[in-house]
């Protein structure tokens, strides 16, 4: 074990220390090899949760518990250390804590508890990240070398992938985290927190009822169908009925997004994190998604799901091991710290490089459609997604192909070069277009085809038209492996599904943004790429400011970025 320097002969043994929000949890990891899940780890968890006499989370009295929690669950898991260990062996070799992000008060009592059993036992202090504790703990138990994972849990929701040695947030929730959108409805319905398991079993009883369905590229926004929810409950609607549509409304956008951004990155393993993963529905869309793209998919038992010491002690392992530690002097706690600022030390170096499907084979599996190129032309179906519920699929892939149709079309009229449009079938879901490029921009990014993509994205705005989903799979490029002809069109906008009308710079900047994540879900270094996409997009649109100052917003409002 690297940076260990512990005996060959013995297990390394982990105390895991957290309480980011409302779960005060201590555990101990004993592993004779920490770099991979092995038969013979052992994992003991000890967890008090707060729980709030009503509404939800009150950051001062989870402070107050965690004072009196977490030194509790910490003598129970060094009671079972001592008792694994022989007279002359350490109980544990190093101590692991949440270092963010969550809430301050509660991270500086768990800090100050870590600091504290480092000094007894003269042993080193690890800080993990809890976000991407959730990621790895499935990574580590699933034995997938390279996965996307999908984290759905109260205060969050996002996707990330690894990239270049950083875990890069390919897509994230806009306003309120998954768990908190479904407790403001039931909330607002009078039950007590959390609501998850609650709204799981009443959709058992009730019927499909259309709600919101707001998924922009890989991001996605909760606050409309809260309000809807509550709404359509005030308004008569049986509270079994709403929370069935709640349910299947808010996961099937949980897994469009993980599903687009497996095909964004050329990846086929999918591993879930965080609490709202212990639902059933949610876990069984996205294995049905993963099974209908040939894609694996793993979700840890509910133990590791929701907030938990053992996925902390997991983590901190592999940093130990590498000779990722702190010192007592620079273990602050960070309440916003975010994923991508981790450097994934314990993951070799190559990491992160997925084999991707050409996009020059004769099929391609996209995000929802199945694309078949012949004869100079692209034949594009929406085939049924077996995950969502069937009047919602339905609705979405009418709603989809119309849009493409009709946007591709009118993207053209305005000079950004687009397909020419052959025939659509709206009944069956299938459009035909010219086939363009050579390549997509993901597997031949250049600074001149992401200029022309800032150039193309201002004209349409300023037509008052938005893409909706203009990811590097959705621009197709010459990179004239077929001849350099200086007289046809090098980069072509695609997949128009998800447009819409709109001259607000808030969906003109969400376009930019979404741009630039799938960027950095496939760029050793996408910072010059999105200053390229910015300063072609400033040079060529009507109105650059009013769209980057929003951007900037944007970027601020994600709770990653």
Not at 61 to 85: G, I, N, W, Y
Not at 252 to 280: I, P, W
């Amino acid at each position: 074990m690297t940076g260990s320097g512990l005996p060959a002969d013995r297990p390394l043994r982990v105390l895991g220390i957290e309480g980011t929000a409302w779960a005060a949890s201590a555990a101990l990891f004993e592993t004779p090899d920490p770099t991979a899940s092995h038969p013979d780890e052992f994992v003991r968890i000890e967890s008090d949760p707060y729980e709030p006499d009503s509404g939800g989370i009150h950051p001062r009295e989870a402070a107050e518990h965690m004072a009196d929690a977490v030194p509790a669950v910490v003598e129970k898991v060094l009671t079972t250390a001592a008792e694994r260990v022989t007279a002359d062996e350490p109980p544990i070799d190093a101590v692991a804590f949440s270092r963010g992000p969550g809430l301050g008060p509660c991270l500086r009592i768990v800090a100050t508890a870590a600091r504290a059993v480092a000094q007894r036992f003269d042993v080193p202090l690890v800080g993990v990240n809890h976000m991407v504790a959730h990621l790895e703990i499935g990574r580590h138990r699933s034995g997938f070398a390279d996965p996307i994972c999908l984290n759905a849990s109260g205060a969050n929701a996002h996707v990330l992938g690894l990239q270049n040695g950083r875990y890069r947030v390919l897509g994230e929730t806009m306003d309120a985290g998954v768990g908190n959108a479904i407790d403001k409805f039931t909330r607002h319905v009078g039950w007590s927190h959390p609501g998850g398991p609650k709204v799981e079993e009443r959709a058992l009883e009730g019927n499909y009822v259309d709600l919101p369905y707001v998924v922009k590229g890989m991001d996605f926004s909760f606050s409309g169908i809260s309000s809807a929810a509550k709404q359509a409950y005030d308004d008569g609607v049986p509270v079994e009925d709403v929370c069935c549509g709640l349910q299947e409304t808010v996961f099937a956008m949980l897994t469009e997004v993980a599903e687009r951004a497996l095909s964004v990155t050329g990846r086929d393993e999918l591993v879930l994190g965080g609490g709202v993963g212990q639902n059933d529905r949610l876990r069984e869309m996205l294995d049905i998604m993963c099974e209908q793209r040939g894609a694996d998919f793993f979700a840890p038992e509910p133990r590791f799901l929701r907030d938990n010491a053992g996925m902390i002690a997991v983590l901190g392992a592999k940093m130990y091991a590498t000779g990722d530690t702190i010192s007592i002097e620079n273990s602050r706690i960070d309440a916003d710290f975010r994923p991508d600022q981790v450097p994934v030390s314990w993951r070799p170096a190559d990491d992160g490089v997925s084999e991707r499907q050409s996009t020059a084979d004769a099929l391609v599996q996209g995000a929802e459609a199945l694309v078949e190129v012949a004869d100079g032309v692209v034949t594009k179906r929406r085939r049924p997604r077996a995950y969502r519920h069937p009047t919602l699929d339905a609705r979405l892939r009418a709603e989809r192909t119309r849009r493409e149709a009709r946007a591709t079309s009118e993207a053209r009229r305005h000079g950004v070069p687009t397909p020419v449009l052959r025939d659509v079938d709206p009944f069956e879901e299938t459009i035909r277009f010219q086939a363009v490029g050579d390549a997509d921009l993901r597997d031949a990014l250049s600074e001149r085809a992401i200029e022309r993509v800032g150039r193309s994205l201002a004209a349409i705005h300023d037509a008052g038209l938005v893409h909706g989903d203009p990811t590097v799979r959705n621009v197709r490029v010459n990179t004239g492996t077929d001849g350099d002809r200086s007289d046809r069109p090098q980069t072509f906008l695609i997949d128009f599904g998800l447009s819409y009308e709109s001259r607000d710079a808030e969906d003109h900047a969400m376009d930019l943004h979404v741009f630039a994540q799938s960027v950095a879900g496939v760029a050793d270094d996408p910072a010059p790429h999105v200053e390229t996409l910015q300063r072609a997009y400033r040079a060529a649109s009507d109105r650059p400011a009013a769209v980057l100052d929003r951007l900037r917003d944007i970027e601020a409002r994600g709770r990653y970025q």
